[in-house]
């Protein structure tokens, strides 16, 4: 992974621990105060349009998308269209839905399930073959191996809905 690539990825995580995601707390510095100056909806972005971002982090997405209820959907979704990563985006959404259905609300369930659905209509066809950062042993991911979110979206990722950390303390 070229140096840029280690910092972008470093700033995510950074921004993802600055905005409350356990995980990533201690990478955040205590000098800086939670959730100051960063916009969950513009982590979420960078993060989607990043590529060869390394499991943890896109385990961490959904755990935004659920603690963050205002997120801007319009501006999302319609920046991942401009950007070609609509499957990420539905990925991301789809998990986190599967992840807690049985815990939101009525109201937030319709709305996470209304954006899943906008996305599926606009999904690509294709096969994403750049977003997960995998060692060379494994970049060829057998469908096998596959989540059902992740074979439905076309990302290559084996992450399902009951691996999602961290739910609890939304």
Known sequence: MARSDDLRLRAIQD?????GYPGFLSLFS???AQEEGHDPAVVLMAALACDRLEEPVIEALPWLVLRYESL???????EARRRGIQNRLGFVVSLALRASAASLGMERLTRLAAIEEELFACRLP????RWLRLPAARRELPAA?????????GVPSCLRPDQIRFLNEL
């Open 15 to 19: 921004a993802l621990g600055a905005l």
């Open 126 to 129: 294709r096969q994403e073959t």
């Open 72 to 78: 801007d959907w319009s501006w999302l979704v319609a």
């Open 30 to 32: 205590e000098i800086q």
């Open 145 to 153: 191996r596959r989540s059902e979110e992740a074979a439905q979206w």
